[in-house]
């Protein structure tokens, strides 16, 4: 495992990208002090649940659709519609005012 400072990702991003492709773990660093992790994108941590984690935090962040979220977490969508219920991340998402109009259009 290597340790990268936040000053090391402008000139040696392609070693980081490199290690992380022969699945080697970084840490990076600032000021000392560990910031984050680089991790392998591999089957391994598809199989330990990171793609349904991944999936939740692009959703909330409203990244990727349900639909999709559901693909990458390898779930029904039925199933990761409950995931989200349980973890209180709203399945539908109004714009601003939309919520009003369609209750407005409704009475």
């Known amino acids: 495992m ?7 990702l402008r000139d040696r ?3 980081l990208v490199r290690d992380a492709e022969a699945g080697k773990l ?23 649940g990171i793609n349904v984690a991944l999936a939740v935090k692009l959703f909330d962040e409203d990244r990727i659709t ?5 693909k990458l977490a390898a ?3 039925s199933e990761f519609i409950d995931l989200l219920g349980s973890m209180q991340i709203a399945v539908a998402r109004y714009a601003p005012g939309e919520l009003d109009r369609e209750v407005d259009a409704f009475e």
């Open 2 to 8: 290597q340790t990268f400072t936040i000053r090391d």
């Open 13 to 15: 991003t392609g070693d």
């Open 66 to 70: 349900l639909a999709q979220g559901a």
């Open 26 to 48: 970084s840490v990076v660093t600032k000021h000392g002090h560990p910031v984050f992790v680089a991790v392998p994108f591999d089957e391994l941590l598809l199989k330990n």
């Open 75 to 77: 779930m029904s969508l």
